[in-house]
């Protein structure tokens, strides 16, 4: 039986779902927050130690949003530069021309059904890209903007008794691989299911999908983060953030220097296990392959930012989690439920205007707090007279589909973090990915 350890309390079904699911050999860590989604079967943050030299490799734990993440730049607002970004922030105007660009700026695999963003799996000997690619968005929960954050700093590093409230500004993305993590989970659980184990999947040179793969999926997320984070710099007049070449595309694109960049879905070999053949996968945030921590609340709450006690973003995480964090909020809605409840408010309101007994502007329940913060590019269907109709639904994190952030209150001395800084990044101006294209015909041919 497989070894698991839980950090809070397991629900019976998580518990067993795991034992089914591993072998004899293998682990698992379940931290706060731990949870398995029932519409797609992926488990969040849960970490596995695997036997690599096994065959017959747990397939459905692996999450085909392989090396997913975010990444994030801190922008210095008060100098000379930044009088664009402050006008942003103070002026509501600016505000909504700052949304209005961030949505057309960014290309998103949710609106443009013929986009494929991230680079190619294959590379050249080198592991260099062979074509060009275009950097985007690629899942309903990416996202892209402008948050805010409050905390106490010294107005320099070490000086003690002068801290103080300083507001700072954030750009952040969150997105992952796009095509490489699809074709790479495509050519990994088929080679499993042929009945190889991870360590000849990913260590012989002509095995599928090879190290070479490997290699290159684990820096497609941060790759394309990093551009999406230069579009988005751009459209909001942000020219000056430093930028260096992508090394990996042969010097054909540029991407901003990124002060924070965090993942997840991450499958490494575990350099500081007892047996040689031993692989992590990580549904949670790597601390090992991350630069910085960060963690993710409901979308109308933000972020957790975890800082080191001087307030640097580097902090060297020690924990018996195998030097992981939670990552993501627990679900506590179905897409399916949140898109009827959503689909409901949408005709209550519609009726309501028809017979003149409201000029409610939207069916959202914190509506204007929704339309002054975010933005979303819904897919247009030719078929359907509804790009009206389709920009009014809001995409379904933004209807409560995820719970606040809980870990940092409760866990923190077990996690680790007890002695440092929590931040909370606010969201101000973000572009958010449209709603899964299937879901939104079904809720447009149901309006109609």
């Known amino acids: 039986m497989a070894r698991l350890l839980a950090l809070d309390e397991c629900p019976l079904t998580l518990r067993n779902h795991l034992l089914r699911s591993l072998r004899s050999l293998d682990e698992a860590i379940l931290l706060p927050q731990a949870q398995r989604n029932d519409e797609s079967g992926l488990y969040r943050n849960v970490v596995f130690r695997l036997a690599g030299a096994e065959p017959s490799a747990p397939i459905d734990i692996f999450s085909e949003r392989w090396f997913s993440g975010i990444s994030a730049i801190r922008i210095d607002t008060s100098k000379p530069d930044g009088a664009r970004l402050r006008a942003i922030i103070q002026d509501p105007r600016s505000r909504a021309a700052a949304l209005q660009k961030l949505r057309d700026a960014i290309p998103s695999e949710m609106a443009n059904s013929e986009l494929q963003v991230g680079p190619k799996l294959d590379g050249d000997e080198s592991d260099r890209d062979k074509d060009e690619w275009v950097a985007g968005l690629d899942s309903t929960s990416s996202f892209v903007g402008l948050f805010l954050a409050e905390h106490s700093m010294a107005p320099e590093p070490g000086r003690r008794g002068m801290h103080r409230i300083h507001q700072e500004c954030y750009l952040v993305c969150k997105a992952g691989a796009g095509l490489a993590g699809a074709t790479f989970h495509a050519r990994l659980t088929a080679a499993l299911r042929r009945g190889l184990s991870l360590e000849e999947c990913l260590e012989k040179p002509k ?208 996690l680790g973090i007890a002695q440092c800084q929590l931040v909370r990044l606010r969201p101000y101006a973000v572009c958010v990915a449209g709603i899964d294209p299937s879901k939104l015909r079904a809720a447009l041919r149901n309006l109609q």
């Open 207 to 414: 095995s599928e999908p090879g190290p070479a793969a490997l290699r290159r999926v684990s820096l497609a997320g941060s790759r394309n983060r990093a551009r999406i984070l230069l579009l988005a710099a751009s459209a909001l007049g942000l020219d000056w953030l430093d930028t260096v070449p992508d090394q990996s595309s042969r010097g054909k694109y540029r991407s901003a220097v990124t002060h924070l960049d965090v993942s997840c879905n991450v499958l490494r070999k575990a350099e500081d296990a007892t047996t040689k053949s031993i692989y992590q996968y990580t549904t949670c945030l790597d601390a090992s392959v991350s630069k910085g921590l960060m963690s993710l609340s409901n979308a109308a709450d933000g972020l957790l930012l975890v800082l080191s006690p001087t307030g640097e973003m580097r902090y060297p995480l020690r924990n018996e989690a195998w030097c992981t964090l939670p990552f993501a909020s627990m679900r506590i809605a179905t897409d399916k439920a949140t898109l009827l409840e959503s689909l409901k408010a949408y005709r209550e309101t519609m009726a309501q205007r028809a017979r003149h007994e409201s000029d409610q502007e939207c069916a959202h329940p914190d509506g204007e707090f929704v339309r002054q913060t975010f933005t979303w590019k819904n897919r247009e269907f030719s078929s359907m007279n509804s790009a009206a109709r389709a920009e009014e639904l809001e995409p379904l994190a933004l209807w409560g589909t995820y719970d606040q952030e809980t870990y940092s209150s409760r866990f923190a001395r077990e």
